[in-house]
């Protein structure tokens, strides 16, 4: 039987456009797919890996499809999941959620605003992005300096497995453990397997494990463990598709702050910037989040479609909508860095205090700074740090906006060092890029733009990934601490923790997937040919 007639019950497609459609992501690479299939239930996913591994095929899971790595695009079978697989339920007593993968962020978020309840880890691409993209990638965005990533969000997981049936995954203390440990189906296996391992790796877990504040790189051994519970959510937290299918998600949710309050502050001179935001981070804001200058000019020089995008109409509203960034940059010309401290709390007291002492820092570092008058204001400073990327990709046509060192992340003490290092390499390559991120644990998003049609070009992506990536290891940093491995950063693992711990990596994937059927070659074995091969031209 072939594929077609194996997947006549299913909701698929092999037409051109559909092919096309889904034969990108948010990354700089292009994989066309034999198939796209967009599954109704759990027991359809069952029986697609079951074909996947009759027939030696890939199988990728995609939800949104905002990925920046290359991790929801794929050679064989693409399983969309916003087609069918998006409904949840909210449980407002116990401020849980349940929810099926292709629940976009958007439409979980407006109900849960109803509740002032909130999912804190989302992205800044949350108005694109979906629930189990977010799981699979282990995403973090603006608040997780106060909140955490999605891993710490996740309380079980409904995964499909390589042998085609479902389990249910969840932290387990140690009798629960000892029950799955004697299992004698897979589930035991893949319990008995990984615990060995954990335990047989316990130092070197502990020495590798990260020293700054996120990680989205690797799958994450060093919480599968952690304070006598043994939770195997970790290990799919985060694994790209690459360990299994994740079908339904259960989701901690927390109350929704009742005041904010954001400053808005203009750094035009970097030196200062580390003793800045040691003494800003001691007052617990929830973000404090960058742009720099190179992002600022982009965005006026698309102010137009900014202001529009505002609800401003007109050449007058739109002048009014950024005449104090004018007024700035005729005071002091352009700020290198734009920086968004928030505060938010469940007591005005308690910001008022807050933001009483962080304009003192402020003003001390002789910083200019502005408190955005209404929520229009406020909403322009956050789609200025959000919005850049996809401006990016929309307006500029002979260039694409190439996410290729893209998120990595050292402690922030060692920005002012460290930042002219990096620039040194960029400006070597004659670089346009823009700069944004997450100051306040040392993330930083760069965004060069690239004429990949150009072969040295090209070749220059990798000879930079090389560069930036050895000074930022060289550093103690890790290569992604949100946007995820891969086809880009998959073949650095290595690099980043060191063989014994990629060999526990390699481990992990051939316990649950010895015929490597889930999203082959992405995090684990990933290529470098792969890059310049799926690289779009
Ligand atoms: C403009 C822009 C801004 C961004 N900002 C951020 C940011 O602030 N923080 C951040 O973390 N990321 C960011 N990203 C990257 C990306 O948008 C996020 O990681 C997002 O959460 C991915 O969600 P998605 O639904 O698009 O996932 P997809 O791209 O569909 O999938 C992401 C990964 O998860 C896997 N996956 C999807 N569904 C499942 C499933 N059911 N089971 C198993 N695996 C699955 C996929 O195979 C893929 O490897 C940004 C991207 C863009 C374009």
């Known amino acids: 039987m072939n594929l077609e007639e194996k997947l006549k019950n299913f909701d698929y497609s092999l037409e051109e456009g559909i092919l096309e459609e889904y034969s990108q992501d948010k990354s700089i690479f292009k994989i066309r797919p034999k198939v796209v299939v967009f599954p109704r239930n759990s027991e359809e996913i069952k029986n697609l890996v079951k074909i996947a591994k009759e027939n030696n095929l890939g199988i990728t899971p995609r939800a949104g499809g905002t990925d920046m790595s290359g991790g929801s695009i794929g050679e064989d079978i693409l399983i969309v999941f916003t087609k069918y697989l998006n409904k949840f339920n909210i449980d407002t007593e116990k401020k849980i959620a349940i929810a099926e993968p292709g629940v976009y962020f958007r439409d979980f978020e407006k109900e849960l605003n109803k509740y ?42 409904k995964v499909v497995l390589s042998d085609g049936e479902e389990y249910y995954f969840e932290k ?20 008995r397997k990984i615990y060995q391992l954990i335990k ?19 799958y994450n051994i060093w919480r599968v463990y952690e304070d006598g519970y043994f939770d195997l959510t970790k290990l799919f937290v985060g694994s790209q598709g690459t360990l299994g299918i994740i079908t339904e998600i259960k989701f901690k949710l927390v109350e929704k702050e009742n005041f904010s309050h954001l400053l808005v502050i203009f750094i035009k001179d970097l030196k200062d910037l580390p ?25 006026l020089k698309f102010a137009k479609e900014m202001a529009s995008l505002l609800g401003a109409k007109g050449i007058f509203s739109m002048f009014k909508l950024f005449l104090p960034e004018i007024l700035m940059i005729a005071k002091i010309g352009l700020p290198k860095l734009i920086v968004l401290a928030e505060f938010t709390s469940q007591s005005q007291d308690e910001i008022k205090e807050k933001i009483g002492k962080a304009k003192e820092i402020i003003k001390k570092y002789k910083y200019l700074f502005r408190e955005p008058k209404d929520e229009k204001e406020t909403e322009k400073y956050w789609r ?5 990327y996809k401006l990016l990709r929309e307006k ?10 893209d998120d990595f992340i050292i402690l922030p003490e060692y920005l002012p060092e460290f930042l002219p290092k990096l620039y040194k390499i960029l400006d070597e390559y004659k670089l346009i890029y823009t700069i ?90 990933a290529k470098k040919e792969n890059i310049e091969r799926y690289m779009l031209k």
Do not use: W
Request: with cysteine; hydrophobic share 35%; net charge negative.
């Open 172 to 191: 387990l203390d140690e009798s629960e453990l000892q029950k799955r440990l004697s299992l004698e189906n897979f589930e035991g296996e893949i319990y």
């Open 200 to 218: 047989n790796n316990y130092e070197i877990i502990q020495k590798s494990r990260p020293k700054v504040s996120k990680n989205s790189s690797g």
């Open 384 to 388: 200025l740090r959000r919005d850049t």
């Open 436 to 525: 944004s991120g997450h100051l306040g644990d040392g993330n930083l998003h760069i965004i060069p733009l690239m004429d990949l049609k150009n072969e040295s070009q090209r070749k220059n992506i990798l000879e930079i990934t090389d560069k930036v990536y050895d000074l930022v290891l060289s550093y103690k940093g890790i290569l992604t601490a949100e946007h995820n491995d891969g086809l880009i950063r998959g073949p650095y693992l290595e690099k980043e923790f060191g063989k014994e711990v990629y060999d526990i990596f390699l481990e992990i994937k051939k316990i649950f997937d010895p015929q490597n059927i889930f999203n082959p070659y992405k995090k684990v074995m």
């Open 275 to 299: 003793h800045f935001t040691n003494e800003i981070l001691k007052l617990e804001p929830t973000s404090l989040e960058i742009t720099d200058d190179h992002t600022f000019k982009i965005f």
């Open 396 to 405: 500029i046509k002979n260039l694409t906006a190439s996410p290729f060192i």
């Open 116 to 157: 002032n309840l909130m999912l804190p880890s989302y992205p800044a691409s949350k108005e694109i992005c979906a629930l189990g993209g977010m799981v699979g990638n282990n995403s973090g965005g603006e608040k997780t300096l106060k909140y955490g990533k999605t891993e710490d969000y996740v309380l079980g997981l």
